[in-house]
């Protein structure tokens, strides 16, 4: 099953609970958004946090594979990148869903109105 319409978007079910189990934990969130700023290393990102290198290095990962960041070799650092369409890609799956249960609230809204109209009658 593809999630978005638009062919050069789409994302398949595996795709989208693999960002969305990495934007489950806080940390990772952080990482996102640390990332997003500047480029960092993954020895810059674990100093930042009180957790093992090797534990900021497992964060990473799951975020590489969810594909919301990239990360690369400069001599003996790895520099973890963002990877901007696929962010922009779960910002319109998340825009998506808002206008879902944007529609939803507003049907809700109508069928109340209705219902006090109804009962002023």
Do not use: C, N
């Not at 189990?21 to 990482?31: E, H, P, S, V």
């Not at 093992?52 to 990962?61: E, L, N």
């Not at 901007?84 to 109340?112: F, K």
């Amino acid at each position: 099953m593809v999630v978005e319409k638009s062919s050069d978007t789409q994302l398949s079910e595996a795709e989208v609970d693999r960002i969305f189990q990495a934007l489950a934990d806080a940390t990772r969130r952080d990482i996102v958004a640390r990332v997003t700023t500047r480029e960092r290393s993954v020895s810059d990102l674990a100093r930042v946090y009180t957790m093992s290198f090797a534990a900021v290095q497992k964060h990473v990962a799951v975020l590489e594979r969810a594909r919301l960041v990239t990360k690369k070799r400069r001599g003996r650092e790895q520099i973890v990148h963002p990877d901007p369409s696929m962010l922009r890609r779960a910002a319109r799956l998340l825009d998506s869903y808002e206008e879902i249960w944007r529609g939803r609230a507003d049907r809700i809204d109508q069928l109340l109105a209705e219902d006090e109209k109804g009962m002023k009658q």
